[in-house]
């Protein structure tokens, strides 16, 4: 989709509160690296996925708002378009994101984990992007192998930082996802990360499914965010 209006680099703060799933939120305090009317660009040290909403506060000039002209901060809720890993050491993602209204459509305060789209904004009426939900049910992009290697997986603390871990082996693994077994807490929409035993690459991932099989142990369907999992070097070692 076409951005409608370049951005401008205004390195202003930028405070970002966003829900993982109904029970877990985190805030974060970060510096634009560009905004429009339309949206905004910044990094943060923790990945977000793409599809979630989630709300910004920024004092941003009154010539780019769309609403709260005299507000000390534009608080707006945003839909994130892009996210990419810039540095491993620190970790740092550079998130993009399109401003989508004042308040959050009914659905996200019933399924805070749910992703959107953007619709086509009307020409003739230049404002806030408009939103709709995307299915539940979406197609795998890409078929995943059933290869076993040893991981470990990581919930994320409110800073970000790593908490509990487990050491596991994967059922099922592509470039852009992964299913593994698991008795750590992680619902849908829940940041973990995975750490290869063999070679400590690390990757970030957004729980999509959580299903407990009859041996009583809960499988989760992962898939990667920032990045993908360097598959051809797992198969070369097999």
């Known amino acids: 989709m076409v951005r409608i209006r370049a951005r401008l680099p205004l390195k202003l703060p930028i405070w970002v509160f966003y829900r993982e799933s109904v029970d877990y939120e985190w805030t974060e305090k970060s510096r634009l690296v560009d905004v429009s009317q339309f949206g905004a660009g910044f ?15 920024i004092p941003l000039p009154y010539q780019l708002r769309s609403f709260d002209h005299f507000k000390t901060l534009y ?34 305060l019933e399924e805070p984990a749910r992703r959107y789209v953007l619709l086509p904004m009307k020409s003739d009426q230049p404002s806030l ?6 299915p ?6 890409e078929p ?40 750590l807490d992680g619902g849908p929409g829940r940041m973990l990360k995975i750490t290869s035993v063999t ?6 991932a957004t729980v999509r499914s959580r299903e407990i099989k009859s041996d009583g142990v809960a499988r989760l369907g992962l898939e990667f965010v920032g990045d993908h999992w360097p598959l051809d070097r797992d198969l070369r070692n097999l």
């Open 43 to 57: 990094t943060l040290p923790r990945p977000v996925d793409v599809g979630r909403l989630m709300r910004v506060m």
């Open 75 to 108: 608080s707006v809720w945003a839909l994130v378009r892009h996210v990419s890993l810039v540095t491993q050491q620190p970790t740092l993602f550079r998130v993009g994101v399109a401003f989508v209204g004042k308040d959050a459509p009914p659905s996200y």
């Open 129 to 134: 992007w408009r939103i709709t939900r995307l």
């Open 136 to 141: 539940l049910a979406q197609k795998r992009r």
């Open 144 to 183: 995943r192998l059933n290869i076993p290697l040893e991981v470990v997986v990581e919930t994320l603390d409110q800073n970000g930082k790593p908490s509990m871990r487990e050491h596991t082996v994967t059922e099922a693994i592509s470039r852009l996802g992964i299913c593994v077994p698991t008795s």
């Open 199 to 204: 070679d400590r690459v690390s990757r970030f």
